[in-house]
């Protein structure tokens, strides 16, 4: 077993371990938690569009547009480029992700049991319909997503939007809009899939230069 597959069951049974424990601290964090004041404070809605696809995009042609700035060499503007379209890649991919872990998991939100418990949506009843469902927070989903992809590339600009995606999870925590079980999977489902996108990216432009140089 080579380190990088190590390193990845070690993550992986760390990121089962953290989903786990947010279970069992679940009804716990509905009421110590509780802080609906912050959806009306600054830093409250700030923190929480981090998980809004619109945010990644103003991001996305940010990065875009510093890449086409003439006096920046190729080097730097290609990862700028593809840092850009990584991000919207990501924030896409997790988007759709969370909407169908939604659909398949159908566990609701904790509002009608005031977390006390959890309650499952039939498959019969509106099966494609994701409102009301809270497993995982397609918020943080995507906020990590997109944290995760930056920090592949800038680790100094990406540790701090961890932070901020970190303080996204905790908005839908506080708003009583989620258990807190529902923003750690949601961060570490983005989290695997923003680290996988730049991967995938990079393995597919090393096989199309593979290819033009046999050609």
């Given at each position: 077993?080579?380190?990088?597959?190590?390193?990845?069951?070690?993550?992986?049974?760390?990121?089962?371990?953290?989903?786990?424990?947010?279970?069992?601290?679940?009804?716990?964090?509905?009421?110590?938690?509780?802080?609906?004041?912050?959806?009306?404070?600054?830093?409250?809605?700030?923190?929480?569009?981090?998980?809004?696809?619109?945010?990644?995009?103003?991001?996305?042609?940010?990065?875009?547009?510093?890449?086409?700035?003439?006096?920046?060499?190729?080097?730097?503007?290609?990862?700028?480029?593809?840092?850009?379209?990584?991000?919207?890649?990501?924030?896409?991919?997790?988007?759709?992700?969370?909407?169908?872990?939604?659909?398949?998991?159908?566990?609701?939100?904790p509002g009608p049991t005031e977390g006390l418990s959890y309650h499952f949506r039939p498959f019969s009843e509106r099966?494609?319909?994701?409102?009301?469902?809270?497993?995982?927070?397609?918020?943080?989903?995507?906020?990590?997503?997109?944290?995760?992809?930056?920090?592949?590339?800038?680790?100094?600009?990406?540790?701090?939007?961890?932070?901020?995606?970190?303080?996204?999870?905790?908005?839908?925590?506080?708003?009583?809009?989620?258990?807190?079980?529902?923003?750690?999977?949601?961060?570490?489902?983005?989290?695997?899939?923003?680290?996988?996108?730049?991967?995938?990216?990079?393995?597919?432009?090393?096989?199309?230069?593979?290819?033009?140089?046999?050609?």
């Open positions: 077993m080579t380190a990088d597959q190590r390193r990845l069951l070690l993550f992986l049974g760390l990121s089962l371990v953290a989903i786990a424990v947010a279970h069992v601290l679940d009804p716990w964090a509905y009421s110590a938690l509780a802080l609906p004041a912050a959806q009306n404070r600054d830093w409250g809605r700030l923190l929480r569009i981090v998980g809004f696809g619109g945010t990644w995009l103003v991001i996305a042609i940010a990065l875009w547009l510093e890449s086409r700035r003439r006096d920046r060499d190729q080097e730097s503007a290609e990862r700028l480029s593809e840092a850009a379209a990584a991000v919207l890649l990501g924030v896409i991919v997790a988007g759709i992700a969370g909407e169908l872990a939604k659909m398949l998991i159908r566990r609701e939100r099966p494609f319909y994701t409102g009301g469902l809270g497993l995982p927070s397609t918020h943080a989903v995507v906020a990590f997503a997109g944290a995760a992809v930056i920090h592949r590339r800038f680790r100094g600009v990406g540790a701090v939007l961890l932070m901020l995606a970190a303080g996204c999870g905790l908005t839908r925590v506080f708003a009583q809009a989620h258990f807190l079980s529902d923003a750690v999977a949601g961060a570490l489902g983005g989290w695997w899939i923003g680290a996988w996108i730049p991967r995938l990216r990079g393995r597919n432009r090393s096989r199309l230069q593979g290819e033009a140089v046999h050609k």
